[in-house]
T-cell receptor
Framework: GESVGLHLPTLSVQEGDNSIINCAYSNSASDYFIWYKQESGKGPQFIIDIRSNMDKRQGQRVTVLLNKTVKHLSLQIAATQPGDSAVYFCAENYHNYGQNFVFGPGTRLSVLP | EPEVTQTPSHQVTQMGQEVILRCVPISNHLYFYWYRQILGQKVEFLVSFYNNEISEKSEIFDDQFSVERPDGSNFTLKIRSTKLEDSAMYFC????????????FGSGTRLTVV
């Protein structure tokens, strides 16, 4: 399969543990954020989004936290499973109703059995 | 679940040659995008397209690049004269609405320029 992000920061977690992946975004005017998951050989897959008027949003097993003061996003994955192994990207949008997302550098999550 | 389909999955071309990367967006989507990802680097925006015209483009999308929606289903990215540094994964994406919502990405075309 495709190997993306050979030099990415890597987070290794035990199966069943919780994972926290962090992202610093660049533009204080950004008002919409998405976490994407990219498995080997595939395109980015939407996980969860959050708007700048919120500081927390929960999905199924995932939670995104937004700290606008320090321009920081985190993705929490509860009870991490082997299928969660992938590269995770945060993406920000800073043109209101614009189309251009700026992606972060990515973090590789490796789930250990 | 609806998918964005990209062909070919891998294309090898000689430097200076023209390539066309093809995408079939989700059928009821109106907004179309190309992104690229050089190996080991982040995903970068190239261009967005709506109503048969480019709505936004990045600095990467220079005169060597063009996009077209030749019929009701395909969305293509053409690189006129490929350079070694064009080697990357190219992702097509589409979205139903304008505004800041996430889009659906295809699985990408790996372009290798030799």
């Amino acid at each position: 399969g495709e190997s993306v992000g050979l030099h990415l920061p890597t987070l290794s977690v035990q199966e069943g543990d919780n994972s926290i992946i962090n992202c610093a975004y660049s533009n204080s005017a950004s008002d919409y954020f998405i976490w994407y998951k990219q498995e080997s050989g595939k395109g980015p897959q939407f996980i969860i989004d959050i708007r700048s008027n919120m500081d927390k949003r929960q999905g199924q097993r995932v939670t995104v936290l937004l700290n606008k003061t320090v321009k920081h996003l985190s993705l929490q994955i509860a009870a991490t499973q082997p299928g969660d192994s992938a590269v995770y990207f945060c993406a920000e949008n800073y043109h209101n109703y614009g189309q251009n997302f700026v992606f972060g550098p990515g973090t590789r999550l490796s789930v250990l059995p | 679940e609806p998918e964005v389909t990209q062909t070919p999955s891998h294309q090898v071309t000689q430097m200076g040659q023209e390539v066309i990367l093809r995408c079939v967006p989700i059928s009821n989507h109106l907004y179309f995008y190309w992104y690229r990802q050089i190996l080991g680097q982040k995903v970068e925006f190239l261009v967005s397209f709506y109503n048969n015209e480019i709505s936004e483009k990045s600095e990467i999308f220079d005169d060597q690049f063009s996009v077209e929606r030749p019929d009701g289903s395909n969305f293509t990215l053409k690189i006129r004269s490929t350079k070694l540094e064009d080697s990357a994964m190219y992702f097509c994406a589409s979205s139903e609405t304008r505004g800041n919502y996430g889009y659906t990405f295809g699985s990408g075309t790996r372009l290798t320029v030799v």
